[in-house]
């Protein structure tokens, strides 16, 4: 277990009507008057206005964080709602960052909102954390998440870390230069990213709604513990919820001995990869457009259309004249007998990352002649038939 000591000095005197709105807060001997003047003072930063930021974002100003930073570049859309809670119907269209500023206020008026509009990168990221006084890092990509990580260390700053996928959630705390030597970073818990392709994000696999709000709300649990100092941070812990068997694990994580420190953040695109070097050289002069399949279609050339989606993503929409093999089928070297010898193999998913590996295997099996689709069908349903449905 791991105590340190507040992280924000308390500042200022709270009003009357602060007395009524944090009462419940008040009444907690371990807060007290002295915890919500630091929790006030305290500027806190949350990367993404997305699953794990809509509630963290809510409780965070409900708490009394007097300055709450977003970073967020995206707009609202309709298939956001579903877990996104800080946005509602009238938002779709509009910025993320300027509807959850929006409910912010409704919520808590005084909250300090400040918004930055961009792309966290390598550029802005270090510069950005000096401003604040802890970092919330809910994002889906490994990219973003060693970013970040790096960056904090360069800043200085502890950050809040969550993950969700499908039906589990992640949290834990890291922080460098955390008092007494206890310091750990996510590059002790994922010393490296995964290998391009294996662990897909929840646009390609899916989350339960609900599991934002219990992964978001450990999370703002762990920054009301650094900002006021109470409480056993999950700094060298991870937990580990499962929300099918309703369990929560707790794994020590410890320094790696071998890491090697962060003196400057790098291409993290490139060191996490998008895709696979095999699915890349496979996709280079064997890919299709959208539009280039149906043509394909629509000429006499006798091809075909493999799906590489799984049967759930099938039932909601497919291209006409498909047939579905899962990539895990073709991955494992099972399916591959089911693939025609006689006319040439177009393969597809989602985005095309998918398809992308499937089309490495294929390849290397000898359909030197196969390609795969760019943008998938996602892409498809925008440039050829917007009737599809968008998930």
């Not at 930073?69 to 996104?84: A, T």
């Not at 499962?242 to 490139?270: F, K």
């Not at 177009?346 to 294929?362: P, W």
Request: include cysteine.
């Amino acid at each position: 277990m791991t105590q340190l000591p507040p992280l924000v000095e308390p500042t200022g005197e709270l009003s009357n009507q602060d007395v009524a709105r944090y009462s419940r807060h008040l009444i907690i001997p371990k807060v007290g008057m002295d915890g919500q003047r630091r929790l006030r003072a305290a500027r806190v930063l949350v990367i993404g206005a997305g699953g794990l930021g809509s509630p963290a974002l809510a409780y965070l100003a409900a708490a009394g964080v007097g300055t709450l930073g977003i970073v967020e570049f995206d707009e609202v859309e309709l298939s956001n709602l579903q877990r996104q809670v800080i946005h509602g119907r009238s938002d779709v269209g509009r910025s993320k960052a300027a509807s959850a500023r929006d409910s912010i206020h409704e919520l808590n008026d005084g909250v300090d909102v400040r918004l930055h509009e961009f792309r966290l990168d390598r550029s802005n990221a270090v510069e950005l954390f000096e401003q604040y006084d802890l970092i919330l890092d809910g994002t889906d990509n490994f990219a973003t998440r060693y970013l970040v990580n790096d960056a904090a260390i360069l800043a200085g700053k502890p950050y809040v870390w969550g993950s969700i996928y499908r039906f589990e959630g992640q949290v834990s705390v890291f922080w460098e230069d955390a008092p007494g030597g206890v310091g750990l970073n996510y590059r002790d818990l994922y010393p490296e990213a995964p290998p391009p392709g294996m662990v897909p994000s929840c646009a390609e696999g899916g989350v339960l709604g609900v599991l934002c709000a219990s992964v978001g709300s450990i999370m703002v649990t762990e920054a009301i513990k650094l900002i006021t100092g109470i409480g056993d941070t999950l700094l060298g812990r991870l937990i580990v919820y499962d929300a099918l068997a309703m369990t929560y694990r707790t794994i020590r994580v410890q320094r790696d001995p071998e890491r090697v420190a962060v003196t400057e953040l790098i291409d993290y695109d490139e060191f996490c990869g998008v895709v696979s070097a095999d699915a890349e050289a496979a996709a280079d002069g064997s890919t299709i457009t959208p539009m280039e399949l149906a043509a394909l279609m629509n000429s006499s050339e006798n091809f075909a259309l493999i799906d590489v989606r799984e049967p759930v993503e099938w039932d909601i929409v497919r291209i006409d004249g498909a047939t579905l093999i899962p990539k895990g089928r073709i991955m494992s070297g099972e399916a591959l007998a089911e693939l025609p010898q006689d006319r040439r193999v177009v393969l597809h998913c989602k985005t095309g990352i998918r398809s992308a590996e499937a089309l490495a295997v294929v390849k290397r099996a000898g359909f030197s002649d196969a390609v795969h689709l760019q943008g998938g069908i996602v892409a498809w349903a925008n440039q050829v038939d917007p009737s599809l449905p968008s998930y």
